[in-house]
Nanobody
């Protein structure tokens, strides 16, 4: 089973930016879909963005369009999430996930197979 490890979380001020990275413990060739999700305690996990690593096609949750960019860094073998213009509403645990198949556009967490442990993002005013 591949293990995913997130990094890059932390505490930032409103309006700041963060870049989260997701690395895998082994070759994730089986998992062409890589995604980022976030969760606030007491709320359901929600999809932020996903990428089909075969051709770098990207998908975004409605709230993420414009401020959030998902990308893959082939040299580092990571999938990154760049967030700009952070607001307090972005405070959450951010999780990296992987899934097989080609339906990367589904950001329903139930459809994703492999999860990292998460990295905390805290935005303060």
């Amino acid at each position: 089973q591949v293990h995913l490890v997130e990094s890059g979380g932390g505490s930032v001020q409103v309006g700041g930016s963060l870049r989260l990275s997701c690395g895998a413990s082994e070759n994730t060739v089986t998992y062409k879909c890589m995604g980022w999700f976030r969760q606030v305690p007491g709320k359901e996990r929600e999809g932020v963005a996903a990428i089909w690593t075969g051709n770098s096609k990207t998908y975004y949750g409605d709230f993420a369009k414009g401020r959030i960019t998902i990308s893959q860094d082939n040299a580092k073998a990571t999938v990154d999430l760049q967030i700009t213009g952070l607001t307090v509403e972005d405070t959450a645990m951010y999780f990296c996930a992987a899934r097989g198949g080609s339906a990367c556009g589904s950001l329903n967490p139930a459809r994703w197979n492999v999860w990292g442990r998460g990295t905390q993002v805290t935005v303060s005013s």
